[in-house]
């Protein structure tokens, strides 16, 4: 059984950084797609950042692209998410996911396709 844990959420001021960690374990996450979504009080989860299991390509939401990067390091088991530039609206509970079809060629947008969860982390940004 596979296991997430997401570190590095705090607050922080508007303009301000934090670099978010989810760590894997209980088995080998390296061969899984990643993806982080965030959701805000009263509103659904919604899509933040994805990466493809070699790492090799990357996908965004258009209200974060360009402000946050997603990277993953599978000798470590480990997915980052480096946000920069924050702002207030990017206030949620922020969660690392793990899609398990293996090597699969896609990145998905879908919380539904993702198979393991984190617990997540609070990242509050003040104005």
């Known amino acids: 059984q596979g296991q997430l844990v997401e570190s590095g959420g705090g607050l922080v001021q508007a303009g301000g950084s934090l670099r978010l960690s989810c760590a894997a374990s209980g088995r080998t996450f390296s061969t899984y797609g990643m993806g982080w979504f965030r959701q805000a009080p009263g509103k659904e989860r919604e899509f933040v950042a994805a990466?493809?299991?070699?790492?090799?390509?990357?996908y965004y939401a258009d209200s974060v692209k360009g402000r946050f990067t997603i990277s993953r390091d599978n000798a470590k088991n480990t997915v980052y998410l480096q946000m920069n530039s924050l702002k207030p609206e990017d206030t949620a509970v922020y969660y690392c996911a793990a899609d398990k079809r293996s090597r699969r060629p896609v990145i998905t947008t879908q919380p539904g396709e993702y198979d393991y969860w984190g617990q997540g982390t609070q990242v509050t940004v003040s104005s």
């Open positions: 990466i493809r299991w070699s790492g090799s390509s990357t």
